[in-house]
């Protein structure tokens, strides 16, 4: 029997991610957000806003996966901006309910948008993520090592190697410049 065409697998795999955006989500008053800009593409980016509730935090042992989120917010910006941000965080806890906690990386728009969100709301703490952390800490100690800077160009080759081979639908998509 044959199996699928990648394109048809893609387009199955777009129409779920549809219907679980368009999911209504349930208000509460114990979220945990989680926000991160994703596929940045030359000025726009994407701004992805998970939840999980606090108490199930503590039942998956403080490491949630992505089954244990929930998408509550996704939109495409053209430039993002703390006030942005905060918008984004009003509107969203308008819906949802205040967070307890928002979590996220380092990005200064990120972090301008969340302190004036908590400011605005006291209760809600912002701590930053500990992977992104660890991974600046990580490039910063191996930015001098012969090794490690080779290994994206060695990463480049495998990926022209790959192309031209049956399992180049494997592949991600390029990112245009």
């Given at each position: 029997q044959e199996a699928p065409d990648h394109a048809t697998?893609?387009?199955?795999t777009q129409r779920v991610g549809l219907f679980?955006?368009?999911?209504?989500v349930p208000r509460r008053d114990d979220?945990?957000?989680?926000?991160?800009?994703?596929?940045?593409?030359?000025?726009?980016k994407c701004l992805i806003i998970l939840g999980i509730p606090h108490g199930a935090l503590a039942q998956c042992g403080y490491s949630p996966r992505h089954k244990s989120m929930q998408l509550l917010a996704l939109e495409v910006v053209e430039h993002?901006?703390?006030?942005?941000?905060?918008?984004?965080l009003e509107q969203l806890s308008q819906r949802a309910g205040k967070p307890v906690q928002?979590?996220?990386?380092?990005?200064?728009?990120l972090r301008k948008g969340i302190a004036l969100f908590c400011q605005a709301h006291p209760p809600t703490i912002h701590t930053?993520?500990?992977?992104h952390r660890l991974a600046r800490l990580l490039k910063a100690d191996l930015e001098t090592d012969p090794w490690w800077n080779a290994f994206p160009s060695q990463c480049n080759q495998l990926r022209a190697q790959l192309s031209l081979s049956d399992w180049d639908f494997l592949l991600?998509?390029?990112?245009?410049t």
């Open positions: 697998i893609e387009r199955w679980l955006l368009q999911q209504p979220w945990v957000f989680v926000l991160d800009h994703f596929l940045e593409m030359g000025t726009t993002s901006t703390g006030e942005k941000v905060w918008e984004s928002i979590v996220s990386d380092q990005g200064s728009d930053f993520d500990i992977s991600r998509p390029a990112k245009r």
